[in-house]
């Protein structure tokens, strides 16, 4: 698990409210059933509670009631360890708890994949 204090900034006027957001997953690896070395490709299915806690906005010093909130996703995901240096991930977010202050755009679902790259500045 992590968590993360996010503070955004202001721009003409506009104060974005700070935002906390938090995460904790469990993981199960199917391939392979058993690990024997980091050269093993591995694929990780993961169980995912993801959320963000949201200050509301301010405008010219001004509140704005319609801004901030709680949300809090459920994401399966799934990682594949190509080789110890390469991994392609992506879950689904998506929303089991909306409690938005004011009138607001509710999520529908957060899809994410991306890739990562290990490399070493320092070799040996």
Do not use: K
Not at 26 to 33: C, E, I, L, S, T
Not at 51 to 60: K, L, T
Not at 91 to 112: A, Y
Request: net charge neutral.
């Amino acid at each position: 698990g992590n968590a993360a204090w996010r503070f955004n900034g202001r721009d003409g006027g506009f104060d974005a409210g700070d935002t906390l957001l938090y995460a904790l997953a469990a993981g199960f690896r199917f391939v392979p059933w058993v690990y024997e070395s980091m050269r093993d490709r591995t694929l990780v299915a993961y169980l995912e509670v993801n959320g963000e806690v949201a200050r509301r906005d301010r405008i010219d010093g001004r509140e704005n009631p319609d801004s901030g909130g709680h949300v809090l996703f459920l994401a399966p995901a799934l990682q594949w360890v190509v080789t110890p240096w390469l991994i392609l991930e992506g879950s689904v977010q998506l929303p089991v708890v909306q409690d938005l202050n004011g009138t607001q755009l509710e999520h529908d679902f957060r899809l994410q994949i991306g890739t990562r790259y290990r490399f070493s500045v320092f070799r040996r």
